[in-house]
């Protein structure tokens, strides 16, 4: 059975700390990894990861993938109270279903 | 990009009344959508894969008869919560994607209360 598991499931920082979320994978014919923030509605799109060792970046917030071990990383450099939320991991649509897998999350809270 | 309307974002309903949630593509076509429901604090759990011109395909543990889906057109899905009960309360979001391999994209979603 095709599954994605996050980890930590939540954490606690300060403003101005580094945290790095983690993601892995087991899926059958694998595409590509997804990571959504969501705050108090839908997931809005962060990255879209499909090669590997290629690092993706967008401001503060870098991701990553490796296909051989089957992980992908977020991290969030100098967070800031607004980067509380939490952040989704999702497998972007093994097989010809085209749904995704999400992992359970990780809730990041960031303390001033 | 892709933009993804979902109406209403809160209802409030009685118990055995029924609730339709409506989904839309707003630049694009989408042949599939997807729905979904999040309980607080927890992640997104697929219910169905809403397939324009064509039945719906639920997951296991969700009932059909009970959340009616309708892909009535290529930017239009709703669904329809049934003979609603204080469970059934939560987030629903819906999400659909554009063309080729793309990344899912989600509506506002609909807060649902059953009273």
């Known amino acids: 059975e095709d599954k994605v598991v996050q980890s930590p499931l939540s954490l606690v920082v300060h403003e101005g700390d580094t945290v790095t979320l983690n993601c892995s994978y087991e899926?059958?014919?694998?595409?590509?990894l997804l990571w959504y923030k969501q705050e108090k509605k839908a997931p809005t799109f962060l990255f879209m990861l499909t090669s590997s060792g290629i690092e993706k970046k967008s401001g503060r917030l870098s991701s990553i993938l490796d296909k051989k071990e089957l992980f992908s990383i977020l991290n969030i450099t100098a967070t800031q109270t607004g980067d509380s939320a939490i952040y989704l991991c999702a497998d972007n649509g093994s097989g010809n279903t085209g749904k995704l897998i999400f992992g359970q999350g990780t809730t990041l809270q960031v303390k001033p | 990009g892709a933009v993804v309307s979902q109406h209403p974002s809160r209802v409030i309903c009685k118990s055995g009344t029924s609730v339709k949630i409506e989904c839309r593509s707003l630049?694009?076509?989408?042949?599939?959508m997807f729905w979904y429901r999040q309980f607080p604090k927890k992640s997104l759990m697929l219910m169905a894969t809403s397939n324009e011109g064509s039945k719906a395909t639920y997951e296991q543990g969700v009932e059909k008869d009970k959340f009616l889906i309708n892909h009535a057109s290529l930017t239009l899905s709703t669904l329809t919560v049934t003979s609603a009960h204080p469970e059934d309360s939560s987030f629903y979001i819906c999400?659909?994607?554009?063309?080729?391999?793309?990344?899912?994209?989600f509506g506002n979603g609909t807060r649902l209360t059953v009273t």
């Open positions: 999400s659909a994607r554009g063309t080729g391999h793309s990344p899912l994209h």
């Open positions: 630049d694009f076509q989408a042949t599939t």
């Open positions: 899926v059958t014919n694998f595409r590509s």
